[in-house]
């Protein structure tokens, strides 16, 4: 109880809510409240942290006394100010978004430009090392973006949303833009291989198309994954889930083995249509759409979770 009271107290004294001392900590609103309702207890580098901010040793902070210790004018927060950025949210966001879109583009765009100098009759081996390159530079973006975003979500579960209703507003725009962007161009690449098609260009017209639309699919991975992060509830409530996975160990466990399928379904294609390449024949629709593979695994094990939380909820 003499934690309880002292987290409680030094916390409302200094016109703290749970979510800036959550924010403050790395930790969730909800553990927050858990601790100041006695439920559960925080870990020991919290609670050094904690005595950091409150400016008191650990043992006060856990057995002592600090309901009749004063809290200094200055470290009283002032009242209705603005939610702010204090974790650099907004920038690893619009990095984040960045690094992902520019890996999925550079994958579709290896293919393309494998795809083209087949159809120019450039050496087979050549064109698969530039596939495989397109494949090397969209990996190098993708993987270090995804382990970075997986460390900020750790050190920080909870974020208070400091977003106004015009930044979101202007995110909505800049999202429709782009989502139109590129739906347009993956509509004009469409057109693109169906006029191509019919002229019997259709090995040329399939590199085109991917040209195209690596562009149209880089617009729309950019918006879409930069959007979401704006809806900073959406993130707190990730992050919320991620830790009913945790919790729950099999989640993991499917979702690593759909992915692990759908990275052999994907390579599987892709050689298949390579193959095809080196012995001349028509480039296959295995060649132009192996890179589905990964998005039809992200997509089912998004739904893994979503189904089994329904089934412990009932």
Known sequence: MKFRDNLLYQRQQRNMTQEQ??????VSRQSVAKWEAGQSTPEVDKLMR??????????????GDLTVVPVAPEEVLPQDVPAQDVCGYDE????????????VGAIILGVAAGCILAALAV??????????????VGLVFIIPAGIEH?????????????????QKDEARRWFTRRLVGGIGLIFVSIVTIIAMDSAGNDDLGSGIMLLIMS?????????????????VEGYNRERANEQWERDNPRVGRICGIIMLV??????VLLFWGMSAAQNNEPMNYAMKFFWLAWPIGGILCGI?????????SR
């Open 50 to 63: 904690m005595a950091e901010l409150f400016g008191c040793s650990l043992d006060d902070l856990v057995s």
């Open 21 to 26: 001392l959550a924010m403050l900590l790395g």
């Open 123 to 136: 050496h087979e081996a050549v064109a698969t090392t530039v596939i495989l390159a397109g494949v090397l």
């Open 262 to 267: 759908a990275t052999i379904v994907g390579l």
């Open 150 to 166: 997986a460390a900020f979500a750790k050190a920080h579960p909870f974020v208070e949303d400091f977003y106004t209703a015009g």
């Open 304 to 312: 893994v979770p979503l189904a089994m939380r329904r089934d412990d």
């Open 92 to 103: 690893h966001s619009r990095t984040f978004a960045l690094r992902i879109a520019l890996g």
């Open 215 to 231: 562009v149209g699919v880089f617009l729309i991975v950019h918006g879409s994954v930069y959007y979401a992060l704006v809806n």
